[in-house]
């Protein structure tokens, strides 16, 4: 049981803690909003991870075969959609730069329940994630034949790992947002972050 634990929780955070586009958007999003929000965003992320290690446990190897043929293009929509979220996330940033009366969250991920189920469909395009997990699972189930019981305290410690990185991540931004309370830093907050999505986004198509 302890080693479904530790081998979870190794899982969750070596899954979480590599720094990429999901990483940038939550701490940008929560900077620009709450932490209530950021946090959602955060728990997202981890439900995704957490159901892409459920999966792995279930399906192993068939899943990932099943997801091969469709990777690539599920990458382009992922770089997509992060693409247009850097864009919004500039652009909305310059116009309320000029109006701070009409600032706003322009990504449309400004009250909790939208932050959870953007990042948790922005999580569920990363295909990398489930061959991650289906290789950790088939690499233990070489060694062990794991009961029901172990399965689910790996599932349930891969989750408790990547939600408490990315609330750490929160955090962070919320900090960053108290930090730089002034228009301007909160615009070159919202211009960076853009840049970094969106090298990271197209970091994403490399092969």
Known sequence: MSEALVAGLLAGYGVAVPVGAIAAVIVSLTARTSLRVGAAAALGVATADGAYALAAVLGGAALARLIEPVALPLRWVAAAVLVGFAVRN???ALRHHRDPAAARDGTGLGTPARAYLGLLGLTLLNPATVVYFGALVLGRQA???PTPVAQAVFVAAAFAASASWQLLLACGGSLVGRLLTGPRGRLITALASSAVI???ALWL???
């Open 205 to 207: 198509l490399l092969p």
């Open 143 to 145: 060694d062990e034949d």
């Open 90 to 92: 500039g652009v909305t």
């Open 198 to 200: 969106l090298l990271l």
